[in-house]
Each structure stands twice: as structure tokens, then as C-alpha cells.
């Protein structure tokens, strides 16, 4: 595992599942947070949870972020997901828990109580503004 921490954020689909499959085994991983867009931010938060649970990272810290888009009304693409959001396996439901800080929080507390934190979006932005308004100084 290289020494690089990071968090990924995203909407867990079938792409975001790899990216932190990869990172937890090829980074120090320090969480996941959640945020819509493939779907919305309930089955986006239990995919998560699922991915954790198939890689066997149920240690990493998943915490649920924004449901809906800034300024806009959601849009999700179960054309491309499917219904759940990461259709095609039958996963069980997952027993794993979210954190009870918010995605918000927990990207700023990792980034301002680490050194060299980097960021990997995967997918809306949402959570990483609502970040750097809340505090700049996480930049």
C-alpha cells in the first residue's frame, strides 16, 4: 500500500466500485463519502456499503454526503446503472453501518488532521463545494 491518502467521494455505480476497490488496495484509503448522482443518495450510500462488504474493507469509514445537486433537481441514470444503481449481481443486503458524521464533516476533519489528503470525486461535486464553503481553510 503506498503511503498517499485519500477519500473517495462519489455515487457509487459500477466505475466508482472499482476506483475504491483500487485505492483501498493500492492507497491508505481513509473513507468513503456518498453523493448523488448515478442514483439517489440512499441507494447511492448502500451500494457503498455493498462494495466495502465485497471488497472486504468493511474497516474503511463510509459516510453518507448530499442527496441532490446544488442548484439543479437530481437526475440519475438507471439507463446506464440500473434501478439500484449497480445493477447486474445480486448483492445481499449490506449489514455494514454508515458513520454517523455526515460527508461533509468527515472530509474536512480527514483533510485538516492529515497532511497531503488528496480528494478522488468520481462523480458530482457536490459534497467537495459544500466542503470548501463550510471550511476554506480544507483547501
Known amino acids: 500500500m503506498s503511503g498517499r491518502k485519500v477519500i473517495c467521494d462519489g455515487d457509487p455505480g459500477h466505475d466508482d466500485m472499482l476506483a475504491f476497490l483500487l485505492a483501498a488496495k493500492h492507497l491508505d484509503l481513509?473513507?468513503?463519502?456518498?453523493?448523488?448522482?448515478?442514483?439517489?443518495i440512499e441507494k447511492v450510500t448502500k451500494n457503498a456499503l455493498r462494495v466495502v462488504e465485497l471488497g472486504g474493507i468493511t474497516s474503511i469509514p463510509v459516510a453518507r454526503g448530499i442527496g441532490r445537486p446544488l442548484v439543479n433537481l437530481?437526475?440519475?441514470a438507471p439507463e446506464i446503472h440500473g434501478n439500484s444503481g449497480l445493477d447486474g449481481h445480486e448483492f445481499p443486503e449490506p449489514t455494514t453501518k454508515i458513520i454517523s458524521k455526515h460527508a461533509i464533516d468527515f472530509i474536512i476533519d480527514m483533510v485538516m488532521a492529515n497532511d497531503d489528503v488528496t480528494l478522488v470525486p468520481t462523480g458530482p461535486l457536490t459534497n467537495i463545494a459544500c466542503?470548501?464553503?463550510?471550511?476554506?481553510h480544507a483547501s
Open 131 to 136: 466542503s470548501l464553503v463550510k471550511e476554506p
Open 30 to 40: 481513509l473513507g468513503i463519502t456518498t453523493v448523488s448522482g448515478n442514483q439517489s
Open 74 to 76: 437530481p437526475v440519475y
